[in-house]
């Protein structure tokens, strides 16, 4: 049952008065930490996990290697991976087809984390708002241009091993065995 106290508190508003009343007072003293957005951006930390985006290498080479561990870290399901040899590179492959689907992303950061080469990353990417969310269906183009745009410093691509390449260009060039007949039935 309500006090003659609290009733007088509840017809009065006195909650919503004292949170006026401290509003007055930082307004008065000119503490308005207000930001206005979108005329002045935030500053965001910098551990910050905006848009997931793809890295390259310093000579402008993709990192993602195509080995779908992200797809199969992401909780939401929203990571799909199709990998191909590469033609440049035998024996290397890359995500021919890769989709990100921003609509379900919880911006864990888990695909992040799997990634065996660090080829994706958290940007500060958060204007995302749009009226038409098939925009929000990343490719990996998409993924890259953003990774340009918010990591311009590059890691230098490693060395790959020349004796195999060696040998896959001199099998190219002379023919590559054939398999023998019966020998694996
Ligand atoms: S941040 Fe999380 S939810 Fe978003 S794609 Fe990566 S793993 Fe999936
Ligand atoms: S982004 Fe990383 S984890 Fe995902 S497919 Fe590419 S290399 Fe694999």
């Avoid at 950061?109 to 958290?122: D, E």
């Avoid at 098939?134 to 020349?162: C, N, W």
Wanted: glycine share 6%.
């Amino acid at each position: 049952m309500l006090t003659g106290k609290k009733l007088f508190q509840t017809i009065i508003f006195s909650e919503i008065l004292q949170g006026l009343k401290l509003t007055l007072k930082h307004m008065l003293k000119g503490n308005v930490i207000t930001e206005q957005y979108p005329h002045e951006k935030p500053q965001l930390p910098d551990g910050w996990r905006g848009a997931i985006v793809h890295l390259r290498y310093d000579d402008g080479t993709e990192k993602c290697v195509g080995c779908a561990l992200c797809e199969a870290a992401c909780p939401s399901h929203c990571i799909t991976v199709i990998s191909a040899e590469r033609p440049d590179l035998p024996q290397k492959r890359i995500a021919e087809t890769y989709i990100l689907d921003m609509t379900k992303c919880v911006f864990c950061g888990f695909c992040v984390q799997a990634c065996p080469v660090n080829a994706l990353a958290s940007s500060k990417e958060y204007e995302l708002a749009t009226r038409d969310k098939r925009e929000l269906v990343m490719t990996k183009d998409t993924m890259l241009t953003l990774g340009d745009k918010y990591f311009p410093v590059r890691e230098k691509r490693p060395v790959y091993s020349d004796a195999r390449m060696d040998l896959f260009e001199a099998l190219k060039a002379t023919g590559f065995p054939k398999a023998e007949k019966g020998h694996n039935s």
